[in-house]
T-cell receptor
């Protein structure tokens, strides 16, 4: 079974600074996607960024970018120019397209605090 | 488009009661899932469906039933509520190769 691990339960960053959230995963499959989801206090789950495993280029969405190291099974999220609105719980997630159900498997989450 | 709609948003049940959490999506997504979120444990998969008429168990299925008679609807039934089922429940849907879109969640308390 696939597992996703986020080793940083909490992180903090100063407004306008850069922060990196870590994620590692374990799989023997080759066809999968990785995601970062944001959950603010409203508890809504918001998709931040997606990475397809077959793509070598790291995904970027405005101030959010990933460092995808396929061989190391590492998938970190970098937030540049942090804003107060970035404060939230961030979840790393894995979606397989080889096992049945094409389900999402989540890490335990990292609580990000942004200090003014 | 309404996206993924979950009802109710809040619910209090007594131990032993049954209820159904409703989930509907209007995006014609084939994949739908139910998760529960507990503090410090991320989101855990309860049941999922890959299309109308097809459902399967996730990590924590005990005490829950699902059915999927239409593409749009994926209700989650609690058979006999227990305090251990106090949690926040999320329904999510997805097309073939994409991320999942989540509903706004249901906060359930079992007393």
């Amino acid at each position: 079974a696939q597992t996703v691990t986020q080793s940083q339960p909490e992180m903090s960053v100063q407004e306008a600074e850069t922060v990196t959230l870590s994620c590692t995963y374990d799989t023997s499959e080759s066809d999968y996607y990785l995601f970062w989801y944001k959950q603010p206090p409203s508890r809504q789950m918001i998709l931040v960024i997606r990475q397809e495993a077959y793509k070598q280029q790291n995904a970027t969405e405005n101030r959010f970018s990933v460092n995808f190291q396929k061989a190391a099974k590492s998938f970190s999220l970098k937030i540049s120019d942090s804003q107060l609105g970035d404060a939230a719980m961030y979840f790393c997630a894995y979606r397989s397209f080889e096992t049945s159900g094409s389900r999402l498997t989540f890490g335990e989450g990292t609580q990000l605090t942004v200090n003014p | 488009n309404a996206g993924v709609t979950q009802t109710p948003k809040f619910q209090v049940l007594k131990t032993g009661q049954s209820m159904t959490l409703q989930c509907a999506q209007d995006m014609n997504h084939e994949y739908m899932s139910w998760y529960r979120q507990d503090p410090g444990m991320g989101l855990r998969l309860i049941h999922y469906s890959v299309g109308a008429g097809i459902t399967d168990q996730g990590e924590v299925p005990n005490g829950y039933n699902v059915s999927r008679s239409t593409t749009e609807d994926f209700p989650l039934r609690l058979l006999s509520a227990a305090p251990s089922q106090t949690s926040v429940y999320f329904c999510a849907s997805s097309p073939g190769r994409s991320g999942y879109t989540f509903g706004s969640g249901t906060r359930l308390t079992v007393v």
